[in-house]
């Protein structure tokens, strides 16, 4: 049966607001959550980018949710740091935390002041950092030199269960590629027909484990609320590789989206003042074969959303 969760967006809501709202979600009948771990958000409009890590803490202290996080380890992050910190959340709360592994944006990594590199040296060295991660997760301690250099590391907290690595993907080449090391797959919200051949690539390349979908979604008493909020919010999420991996700043962003319409907005958020459209297009997902469906309303203010879609939406999806 399919479990619908809520995405905690720190881009777009600050940690202390987005924590009372991941609590209300689950009071709402939300089963599972997750979030996208940010330095910086995609817009000046958006206007928050929180340490997931922390808040994750707390979230899961919080409340009963299992939760997963999208992580890119390699260059802002050391992946003997990721593992340290996987390690940690896997000790405190077993069972009930995962991580999607990335190859990252510009946006978040070039705090470092280094290189940002092309996107098959990025594919690789990621490749590098989840066979790090998994290493040191499993007891070991790790020496590696490559695209990335560790020396002698070692966990002293080993966390059992070990929570999985799962491989995020967006398009085809991703979902076939990500099979290789991935324990399940997590992608976004696409035409039906795009949705099933990233399902069938990562399934024909091997891959096994649990499938997630986030879905982008914009609800509202009216349609020209929803249509505002999602235009005003997400204008700046519409565009795919390589403007989403290579621009920099929020400003960017900002800039490149002047012209974005409405309409272009609708071809990556669900779009609807009308509750059982969206009951519907979610269970259209589901038939899919995702084991898990993240929820995420592109507005800041999450409460209209929680509630309405806690008595409305998902009781009639888990009964089906």
């Not at 991660?133 to 059992?160: F, M, N, Q, Y």
């Not at 949705?195 to 399934?203: E, P």
């Not at 997400?234 to 490149?256: K, M, Q, Y």
């Amino acid at each position: 049966m399919t479990r619908y969760g809520f995405h905690a967006s720190h881009e777009q809501i600050g940690p202390r607001q987005l924590l009372a709202d991941v609590q209300h979600a689950e009071r709402a009948g939300f089963e599972v959550a997750m979030c996208s771990d940010h330095f910086s958000p995609w817009s000046s409009r958006q206007g928050h980018s929180a340490f997931a890590w922390s808040w994750l803490g707390a979230a899961l202290a919080t409340t009963d949710l299992t939760f997963g996080a999208v992580n890119a380890p390699g260059q802002r992050y050391h992946p003997a740091v990721i593992a340290q910190a996987i390690a940690t959340l896997g000790t405190m709360f077993p069972g009930r935390f995962w991580v999607a592994l990335g190859s990252g944006e510009a946006s978040n990594e070039h705090i470092t002041g280094d290189g940002w590199p092309r996107k098959e040296v990025r594919t690789r060295r990621l490749e590098e950092c989840v066979d790090v991660i998994r290493r040191l997760l499993e007891g070991e301690e790790v020496s590696h030199d490559g695209l990335v250099t560790v020396d002698r590391a070692r966990l002293w907290e080993i966390p059992e269960p070990r929570p999985r690595l799962v491989g995020p993907a967006v398009s085809l080449d991703s979902a076939s590629r990500v099979a290789a090391w991935s324990e399940g797959m997590v992608t976004v919200n696409q035409p039906l027909d795009a949705l099933r051949q990233r399902v069938d690539a990562y399934r024909d390349a091997g891959g096994t484990g649990p499938l997630a979908l986030q879905v982008h979604l914009s609800w509202a008493p009216t349609e020209a609320e929803a249509e505002q909020v999602a235009h005003e919010q997400w204008r700046s999420n519409i565009f795919g590789a390589p403007v989403s991996w290579d621009l920099e700043t929020a400003e960017a962003f900002d800039l490149v989206s002047e012209d974005v319409t409405v309409d272009r907005v609708r071809s990556v958020v669900d779009v609807s003042a009308d509750l059982g459209w969206h009951r519907d297009r979610l269970a259209s997902y589901a038939e899919l074969g995702f084991d898990e469906i993240y929820l995420h309303h592109v507005g800041q203010s999450q409460n209209e959303f929680i509630d309405a879609f806690g008595a409305q939406v998902l009781p009639g999806l888990k009964e089906a």
